[in-house]
């Protein structure tokens, strides 16, 4: 018989056998873990000592549908039960892959063709600079290779989506970026854009930088511009009106492909479908993951357009596509998916994250108005950031960048909020479950303003 370890047994197993990510190696091997979460509702996590917490992250921007759902829960029971896997090599199929697949495509913009399945958003991401490099070789054009990204976007963390990700830290250990990705300017208006430039003049000097890049690099390497609609991680930047529309205009000038990464904004997070659908963005890829199952499971996937599709199906002569994973069209990970869908759509959630999405904004930007070390309160949906400065005349960052946001975030921990601090900013982010009540986000706002005072007192 297995004997369950106590709890503080089971925090030093942690301590000595687990690698953390994005966390100080030499530091969790002394201290062991922060909190060992051990259960969920709705927007409630218990840790270990029976401790209760908000959870303004829905994770990681992926428990869109909240802790504990039964019928997830169950969807996975019965299709472990009655098929837990096959593979999807050499055309063989499973049933709810396809259902799935035709879910996400009445849901996705006009122009999307197919589904091909993975397991994360960083793998995705490789797949889609796999399928961008196949669509050209196909196409007979060798050199049209290049990516472009955003500073500041977060694409994954495998050695090619790292590489388009746009922070530095995430580089500088690994001998990244790989050659081949270049980025461009951030639409990110507080430390970007010029005094009293207005919107427009501000989208339309960002389209003619990432003209000149092109060119610079050469419009004949130049293959896709990949973007987040809402810059999650890296800031929760909104880009202002009529950015994406100037940015489309120059990459349909010198035909490169536009790859939507919808990891975050997709099913529902700004309050439609996608972040393509809220911002007017008409994209050739687009990739999902984190709510296609609310992360129950992982899943993930490259919606591919039509235009694409037509390249790689016509113009292969019959070649085998060899890419693909053990796990690739998953039968338990779309049967999760699926279960995933009802729910949103039964309990109306998309409508859920407008009202409450407007409420987080309104809250935010009234708690922290005038707020001494506050420069930007940000967000659209249920995804919000607050920005702290050292000074806001003249703007001036933090120094070393960074410790604020993080000793913020701490603070919120001990009054038992989860928030999150974003990389290489003192930003802090909020992006609760979507069945998240006024209530909670009056709370989660309330500590996270004491957190900040207290903070500001520290410094003072």
Not at 220 to 229: C, G, H, K, L, R
């Amino acid at each position: 018989m297995t004997t369950t370890p106590s709890q503080d047994a089971l925090a030093d197993l942690d301590r000595r056998h687990v690698f953390h990510p994005f966390s100080v190696p030499g530091e969790h091997e002394r201290a062991g873990p922060r909190r060992m979460i051990v259960s969920g509702r709705g927007t409630t996590l218990t840790d270990e000592h029976g401790r209760t917490y908000l959870d303004a992250m829905a994770g990681l921007w992926c428990v869109n549908v909240g802790y504990g759902s039964v019928e997830i829960a169950d969807a996975l029971r019965e299709q472990a039960l009655r098929l837990a896997y096959y593979h999807s090599f050499s055309s063989m199929a499973t049933d709810t892959p396809a259902l799935l697949a035709a879910r996400i495509l009445e849901k996705a913009p006009a122009n999307m063709s197919k589904v091909l399945y993975g397991n994360s958003g960083s793998d995705a991401n490789d797949t889609q600079m796999k399928l961008v490099r196949m669509y050209n070789n196909l196409l007979g054009r060798p050199q049209k290779k290049k990516f472009i990204s955003r500073l500041r976007g977060y694409h994954g963390v495998s050695i090619a989506s790292a590489s388009l990700t746009g922070l530095p830290g995430m580089h500088k250990m690994f001998d990244l970026p790989i050659d081949g990705v270049v980025h461009t300017r951030a639409p990110h208006r507080l430390w970007e854009a010029l005094p009293n430039e207005s919107d427009a003049d501000f989208s339309a000097r960002l389209a003619r930088e990432l003209e000149a890049l092109i060119i610079a690099e050469g419009p004949d390497t130049v293959a896709a511009f990949i973007a987040e609609p809402v810059q999650a991680a890296g800031g929760v930047i909104v880009p202002p009106a009529g950015y994406f529309a100037a940015i489309q205009a120059v990459l349909r000038k010198y035909d490169v492909l536009l790859i939507a990464d919808e990891v975050v904004c997709g099913f529902g997070r700004l309050g439609t479908w996608f972040g393509s659908d809220q911002l007017g963005i008409e994209p050739d890829l687009m990739t999902i993951a984190k709510g296609v199952t609310s992360a129950y499971v992982p899943l993930s996937a490259c919606i591919v357009s039509e235009k694409v599709w037509r390249v790689l199906a016509d113009e292969s002569r019959g070649a085998t596509f060899s890419h693909g994973y053990t796990y690739t069209s998953h039968p338990l990970a779309a049967a999760a998916a699926l279960a995933n869908l009802d729910v949103i759509e039964r309990d109306g959630l998309l409508e859920q994250v407008r009202l409450r999405g407007a409420h987080l904004q309104a809250r935010l930007r009234e708690a922290f108005a005038g707020h001494p070390i506050v420069g930007e309160v940000r967000g659209i949906g249920l995804v919000g950031a607050v920005e702290f400065v050292a000074a806001r005349d003249p703007l001036t960052r933090f120094d070393p960048l960074g410790s604020v946001g993080a000793a913020v975030t701490r603070a919120c921990l001990e009054r038992g909020v989860i928030t999150r601090a974003l990389p290489e900013s003192d930003s802090i982010s909020f992006s609760p479950p979507f069945v998240v009540t006024d209530a909670e986000i009056d709370e989660i706002v309330g500590v996270a303003r004491e957190a900040a005072d207290e903070v500001a007192a520290t410094l003072a």
